[in-house]
């Protein structure tokens, strides 16, 4: 019985180291808007200057292929405040939270 308890823990512990957690629930980034996706279907995305390094550090998204954005239908305020950031070039502090695909996460915004 103690053999079988000994290799359980073990191979909890196994699995567990192989799973990548954030270190943080969210974390944030600022920058100017480089470059901005947005779809027919509502998905929105952007790039900052300088990537988002704080949120690689972090771990947020193992699978971050350069873009932050919501994969979804994105509430129009937010919209209007991405688009309105990247026209003026006004620096934007994002949100992130996890991945949306190979997207970072973003949960809010504001512009400074």
Request: hydrophobic residues 50%; aromatic residues 8%.
């Given at each position: 019985?103690?053999?079988?308890?000994?290799?359980?823990?073990?191979?909890?512990?196994?699995?567990?180291?192989q799973i990548a957690?954030?270190?943080?629930?969210?974390?944030?980034?600022?920058?100017?808007?480089?470059?901005?996706y947005v779809s027919?279907?509502?998905?929105?995305?952007?790039?900052?200057?300088?990537?988002?390094?704080?949120?690689?550090?972090?771990?947020?998204?193992?699978?971050?292929?350069?873009?932050?954005?919501?994969?979804?239908?994105?509430?129009?305020?937010?919209?209007?405040?991405?688009?309105?950031?990247?026209?003026?070039?006004?620096?934007?502090?994002?949100?992130?939270?996890?991945?949306?695909g190979a997207w970072?996460?973003?949960?809010?915004?504001?512009?400074?």
């Amino acid at each position: 019985m103690r053999k079988s308890l000994n290799f359980v823990a073990i191979f909890c512990a196994l699995a567990m180291s192989q799973i990548a957690l954030p270190a943080s629930a969210w974390i944030q980034d600022t920058g100017v808007i480089t470059e901005m996706y947005v779809s027919a279907s509502g998905s929105v995305a952007v790039k900052l200057t300088g990537g988002f390094p704080n949120a690689v550090a972090d771990g947020q998204c193992p699978s971050y292929n350069g873009w932050a954005g919501v994969a979804s239908t994105v509430d129009p305020n937010m919209k209007a405040s991405l688009l309105m950031a990247k026209i003026s070039e006004s620096p934007v502090v994002l949100t992130i939270s996890g991945c949306q695909g190979a997207w970072m996460k973003i949960v809010d915004m504001y512009v400074k």
